[in-house]
């Protein structure tokens, strides 16, 4: 019996896939992430590079053709990048490991777990395409990474903003003692938060803007979205503050209750991840550990479900993460 072959989906195009989140006209800058580990590499021998056949797209390329001799192409191999990794480690180098987000956590989780963090090992996990950050549907789109790394313990997570953010926390995730998980944002990427007299601390939020009505705390390219949002609303003569949590884990508690009880006002946690397991969550266990109620409280994250494929800014504003569609939700829940 002969069965009508099925109409196989459209693939996304590779511009799909590595598509910058920078809108037309924004100010970039090349391969943070790259160029800020070559300069620290001219001053730590024990530094070394490390990917799963994605140099290119993780912007380690330029760390493999100013160090050759410290570069490890490990192949389509993520369980092996994580294990020789935590093995160089035990021999006292530094190993900056990178694939994509995706890939380094759902396939290497048991790796990163029992080899690396078990052992304390410095070994800094630097994934690219964290959250919604390409158009090539759920087997790229890393909307459930920090739910799984928040839970390994020991770990320290951090998920920059912008250019700056990756370029400062490159070295201080360097001379961090232990494993690191960084959300990588690659290519061309935006620069914001020079205009903020903004500088990263690991382990510390820092607040951007003051607002009367809104609190929004956030991470990752949220945070850019979230000072476009604030523009917006300002315009309607609604105050959001800003509060960037650069570092996921350890959460800086202290900033975070501070804020929100500086006030009665809306707090909207604004992430570029699943609503299940991330910073949302994260934040309101804390303030529900220190008996601190916020006015209101809302997560304006992705949805617990598997995404579309397609153009970035048409899912963005789908699923609620463009500057337009946060500043739609606030104006809805503030009525």
């Known amino acids: 019996m002969n069965m009508p072959l099925a109409t196989p989906k459209p693939r996304p195009t590779t511009s799909a896939m590595i598509a910058s989140i920078a809108a037309e006209g924004q100010r970039v800058q090349a391969a943070p992430f790259g160029k800020a580990l070559v300069e620290l590499a001219a001053s730590r021998p024990d530094v070394v590079g490390m990917t799963a056949d994605l140099a290119k797209y993780t912007d380690l390329?330029?760390?493999a053709q100013a160090h050759p001799e410290r570069f490890f192409q490990m192949?389509?191999?993520?369980?092996?990048?994580?294990?020789?990794?935590?093995?160089?480690?035990?021999?006292?180098?530094?190993?900056?490991?990178t694939t994509y987000a995706v890939f380094g956590t759902r396939r290497a989780y048991d790796f990163i777990h029992q080899v690396i963090a078990e052992e304390n090992l410095d070994v800094?996990?630097?994934?690219?395409?964290p959250g919604l950050t390409t158009g090539y549907g759920p087997s790229h789109q890393a909307t459930d990474d920090l739910a799984m790394m928040r839970a390994v313990p020991g770990l320290t997570i951090v998920d920059p903003c912008d250019a700056l953010d990756i370029t400062q926390a490159v070295p201080q995730i360097a001379a961090h003692r232990g494993p690191v998980y960084m959300r990588l944002l690659r290519g061309n990427v935006p620069l914001v938060l020079d205009e903020y007299d903004y500088r990263f601390e690991l382990g510390k939020a820092k607040m951007l803007r003051e607002g009367r009505e809104v609190l929004i705390i956030c991470s990752g390219f949220m945070t850019m979205r979230a000072l476009e949002a604030a523009q917006l609303l300002a315009a309607d003569n609604v105050g959001a503050a800003v509060l960037h949590c650069a570092t996921i884990k350890p959460l800086d508690v202290q900033a975070i209750v501070q804020a929100?009880?500086?006030?009665?006002?809306?707090?909207?946690?604004?992430?570029?991840?699943?609503?299940?397991?991330?910073?949302?969550?994260?934040?309101?266990?804390?303030?529900?550990?220190?008996?601190?109620r916020p006015a209101r409280f809302r997560l304006a994250g992705l949805p617990d479900a598997f995404l579309d494929a397609g153009a970035l800014p048409t899912l963005h504003e789908r699923y609620g993460i463009s500057a337009q569609a946060l500043a739609g939700r606030i104006r809805q829940w503030l009525g």
Do not use: W, Y
């Open 260 to 292: 929100v009880a500086s006030g009665p006002r809306l707090v909207v946690v604004a992430e570029n991840h699943s609503v299940v397991g991330g910073l949302g969550e994260a934040v309101a266990g804390a303030l529900l550990e220190r008996d601190v």
């Open 124 to 129: 800094k996990i630097c994934c690219a395409l």
């Open 75 to 97: 192949g389509m191999a993520e369980q092996l990048l994580m294990a020789a990794a935590g093995g160089m480690a035990k021999e006292g180098l530094t190993p900056f490991a």
């Open 61 to 63: 390329h330029l760390f």
